[in-house]
């Protein structure tokens, strides 16, 4: 039997660093608060001119060197993003292009904080039926240019920050990789976490109305995300092991998407498992989206917390709402 495993990572995070003073000193908030309510102590912002695939790039040209698989042998592009390059096309299509892959396949998805899994859980089906060999997933996002950095975006504004993540998937015979993967949505809580404008019920899609309103920033009703993600995060890790009864005592890592320090937390405390059982680096970069689990499990790989043979939860939970988690055997 064909599995996908993940052969290589890699990440990336733009140079500069904007910490909860600097945030602090242009919109009523504070370190304290944003250290206690989120776990944040920094984040990083794009430079100026510098875009999403700009990151990506970076990290995708680590996970193929870590790999040992060439751009040529490349069988699909899946890029996962809530902030592309453009409205359109696809952050997939410019990366396919900058960095001079085949004329395969290049697929954008958007859901948000889970794009990741949603992207692994493509890829591991195209590889688990021979169909492919080799295949891209990569988390990038760039958000700090979407962001409402005044007073009245400082719930959102203080959370989200850019990064990359990429991992390439490869097939084997060894049944080492991906076991399951467990995809969910529910859509009666669009409106919890989103972005209102360029809309298709507009008139006219991009419109002044719209940016004086202030719709085209990301909305987010904090407290119905962590009622939702602190119950969703348990129930689906649990699902994914039940599917490969696998008890949770016998896991190494769990890599949760890094939507908020007391979020996992409060999973951790819901599983009965210690703190340390899920990767954590959200002090460090804050939330970036579909980029917080490919970083979080590449930064785990390279301090030696993941081996092969572990077990490692991956999970995520974010603005849809949708959520997913996967269970490898590394
Ligand atoms: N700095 C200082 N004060 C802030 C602030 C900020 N950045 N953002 C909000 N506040 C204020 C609020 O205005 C409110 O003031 P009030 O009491 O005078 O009305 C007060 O802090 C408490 O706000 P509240 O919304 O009750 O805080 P909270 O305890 O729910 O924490 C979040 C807010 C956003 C940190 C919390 O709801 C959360 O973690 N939600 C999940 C968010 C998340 O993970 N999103 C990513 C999903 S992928």
Redesign the pocket.
């Known amino acids: 039997m064909t599995s996908a495993y993940i052969s290589g990572t890699g990440f990336y995070l733009p140079e500069r660093v904007v910490t909860n003073d600097e945030l602090a000193a242009i919109m009523?908030?504070?370190d304290e608060?944003?250290t206690a309510?989120?776990g944040i102590k920094e984040r990083r912002y794009a430079a100026p001119g510098q875009g999403t695939v700009d990151l990506a790039v970076p990290a995708v040209e680590q996970a193929l060197e870590a790999a040992e698989v060439t751009v040529e042998q490349i069988g699909l592009i899946i890029f996962a993003t809530s902030t592309p390059d453009y409205y359109a096309p696809g952050s997939g299509c410019l990366l396919q292009d900058r960095m001079g892959f085949g004329e395969i396949g290049a697929l954008d998805i958007r859901v948000q904080?889970s794009g990741f899994l949603y992207g692994l859980s493509i890829a591991d089906q195209y590889i688990r039926t021979g169909t492919l060999e080799h295949v891209l997933v990569v988390g990038a996002e760039v958000q700090s240019n979407a962001m409402d950095l005044s007073d009245e975006g400082?719930?959102t504004a203080?959370?989200f920050g850019d990064g990359a993540g990429a991992a390439v998937l490869s097939a084997n015979e060894q049944g080492r990789g991906v076991l399951s993967t467990h995809l969910h949505s529910q859509g009666k809580y669009a409106q919890e976490?989103w972005i209102g404008a360029a809309s298709s019920y507009a008139k006219q899609r991009f419109n002044k109305e719209d940016i004086d309103a202030g719709r085209h920033w990301l909305k987010?009703n904090?407290?119905e995300?962590?009622k939702n993600?602190v119950v969703r995060f348990p129930e689906v890790i649990r699902e994914a092991l039940a599917a490969n009864e696998i008890d949770i005592s016998q896991v190494k890592l769990i890599v949760p998407?890094q939507?908020?320090l007391?979020?996992s937390q409060e999973v951790a405390r819901r599983l009965k498992v210690p703190e340390e059982l899920l990767y954590s680096n959200i002090e460090r970069y804050g939330?970036t989206t579909a980029a917080t689990v490919p970083i979080a499990m590449a930064e785990a790989v390279r301090e030696g917390k993941i081996a092969p043979g572990d077990y490692v939860v991956l999970a995520a939970?974010?603005?849809g709402f949708t959520w997913a988690a996967a269970l490898l055997k590394w």
Do not use: P, Q, Y
């Open positions: 009523d908030t504070s608060w944003i309510r989120t904080c400082r719930d203080v959370i976490l987010m904090g407290k995300v962590f993600a998407h939507a908020n007391r979020i939330n939970f974010g603005s």
